[in-house]
């Protein structure tokens, strides 16, 4: 019998404790094997993350990298674009090579979770700060520092009032311990600016419900409120935000709150990937879909018998529940338990075995918003039991240091926290560089700009020197034109509709240098620059009229005619 191959997506809670209970059930390495894709070559232990804004950890204090976790586990970085359930494949984003690469499965779990996606609300793809990934708390950490560098050297009291203002947009538990650590931090390091009154700072939390926390009993929430109240946090209720500028915060009653700082925890939307399947889908307000798929108990996606779903991206009925209109939320603590049932259900289908049915209830919810200040809500055989205050922010450090994954992890938070007890906080910032735009690159002669084949991802503008265009057909090449200098070339892949890979290869003739163009600036001036528009339509459909079937080349480029003196034949790379 073939070897069977599990492929997870998702290295969340519910990709990785998939794949930890799978390596523990596999008795014989030839049974079945085990792959994991996902889009950082690390796990992330998601509720102390707000703690990385503060510093009260460090930056890989919470973070465990998946190799580590997963010793028996193929371990895949890249990012999924797309599934292809006919064929059993999963196709990932290149890496350093524009080339997709494709991995089959027998058995599949998603387990991507949901995203961040601003789409629809005015503004704030361009001025919100995003509040859901590692990256996303070392970049508010280090903007936060920035805003109190600026007001510490203002001379303009507008100015300086939106520099100490930090709007949160969301009052569920991401917006509360995000604005409440962001709070503590600011006040506390803004006594090392001479220009800076800690009283100027002005932190605002937007809920758009009556109450934050409706997760939490309405007792422990109006608590939470209270203290977050008298330690300085404006808290808005029944207010959200409407729109976004790089200077102020746009709420839906119409006041505009200047602010050079805004944060939106606004609820994840679906994944683009899960989105995309042809798989039964679980329906939202007003009978839309909510793009979540539908398992039954045993986790498996109705009308598949190898494909299963968990966490965020799933519709996993409640147990117990008889009306058939109760989920179970998206907790961590789900995630796991849902992560073991599914290797346990794999591993049945695998052997023949009888598969279980997901029965986890909860055990109860906790987390801080402030100093010493936090909240615990625990079910014990059937009992609530509702503990705030200190005692809960005791609870909440034990139970999360004990469940964060690696001893080595437990280690470094726990000396962390001990340290960050006496020691000044820092404010040491880091510049970070930004993702790479248009870049000028250098090809020595003989090097390939790219590959017939590749993926069309930037168009490119010569600067100095000369390449040739190269044309493979049963493996023979043909020199098809020459460019040089302010000509250009690769935006046949990017602009022409159905065509996504190069037609053939470029490669320096003698040393060059271009300016290499990504393809979501190209398309973007193309969007809205019509006369760059007009332009490029007319030449592809010139290239398509001659029938060249190669990247498009500028008018003025001469294209040779192919016959047999020149035709080359290339090695093989």
């Given amino acids: 019998m073939a070897k069977k191959r599990v492929l997870i997506l998702g290295g969340g809670f519910g990709g990785v404790y998939t794949a930890k209970a799978l390596e523990k059930l596999r008795t014989d390495r030839d049974e079945f094997d085990i792959a994991i894709i996902n889009k950082d070559n690390y796990f992330v232990y998601q509720p102390m993350l707000a703690e990385i804004i503060s510093g009260h950890v460090g930056v890989f204090d919470t973070v465990s990298p998946l190799r580590s976790l997963l010793r028996k586990t193929d371990v895949i970085v890249r990012d999924v674009e797309s599934i292809d359930l006919a064929n059993k494949r999963v196709i990932t984003s290149p890496g350093f090579k524009p080339v997709r690469s494709e991995y089959s499965y027998d058995y599949l779990v998603l387990a991507l979770g949901n995203v961040t996606d601003f789409r629809g609300l005015t503004g704030l793809t361009q001025h919100a700060l995003r509040f859901k990934y590692l990256s996303d708390a070392l970049t508010l950490r280090n903007h936060v520092i920035r805003t109190l560098e600026e007001a510490a050297v203002e001379s303009n009291p507008k100015l300086k009032e939106a520099l100490l203002t930090f709007v949160v947009a969301g009052g569920g538990w991401s917006g509360v311990e995000c604005v409440a650590e962001m709070n503590d931090f600011v006040r506390k390091v803004a006594r090392k600016y001479r220009n800076v009154d800690p009283k100027q700072v002005r932190m605002v939390l937007l809920q758009s419900d009556t109450r934050i926390l409706r997760e939490m009993d309405e007792s422990l929430a109006l608590a939470a409120q209270d203290v977050m109240t008298k330690n300085g946090i404006e808290i808005r209720l029944q207010t959200r935000l409407a729109a976004a500028t790089g200077d102020e915060a746009v709420l839906n009653t119409g006041e505009r709150i200047p602010s050079k700082t805004l944060v939106s925890t606004v609820p994840g939307s679906p994944n683009p990937v899960i989105e995309a399947l042809d798989l039964p889908k679980g329906t939202g307000r007003g009978g839309k879909s909510n793009h979540r798929v539908k398992v039954n108990l045993e986790l498996q996606v109705e009308s598949s018998d190898h494909i299963w779903a968990i966490g965020d991206c799933a519709e996993i009925p409640e147990p117990g529940d008889t009306t058939g209109k109760a989920f179970c939320p998206p907790t961590a603590q789900h995630a796991v338990r849902e992560g073991e049932l599914t290797a346990h259900n794999i591993v049945a289908a695998i052997r023949g075995g009888r598969p279980k049915q997901f029965a986890f209830k909860g055990l109860g919810q906790m987390g801080v918003f402030g100093h010493h200040s936090a909240v615990a809500q625990l079910s014990l055989g059937g009992a609530k039991i509702n503990i705030k205050g200190y005692l809960a ?33 820092d404010t040491v910032q880091l510049t970070m560089l930004p993702q790479a735009g248009i870049v000028q690159e250098h090809y020595e002669p003989g090097q390939y700009v790219f590959d017939q084949g590749d993926l069309g991802d930037r168009l490119f503008i010569i600067i100095k020197g000369r390449a040739e265009v190269i044309k493979t057909a049963n493996r023979v090449s043909k020199k098809l034109a020459e460019l040089g200098e302010g000509q250009y070339f690769g935006e046949m892949a990017l602009l022409r509709e159905g065509m996504s890979t190069r037609m053939a290869a470029v490669r320096a003739v003698d040393q060059l240098d271009v300016l290499s163009v990504p393809r979501q600036d190209i398309t973007a001036l193309v969007d809205y620059i019509p006369a760059l528009r007009d332009s490029f339509h007319d030449l592809i459909k010139k290239r398509d009229e001659e029938n060249l079937g190669l990247p498009s080349i500028p008018m003025s480029a001469e294209i040779l005619d192919a016959n047999p003196e020149e035709t080359i034949y290339l090695p093989r790379r």
């Fill in 393 to 425: 922010w005791l609870m909440w450090r034990g139970v999360y240091l004990m469940k964060l994954p690696g001893w080595d992890r437990q280690v470094r938070t726990l000396t962390a926290w001990f340290t960050a007890s006496f020691l000044p906080t």
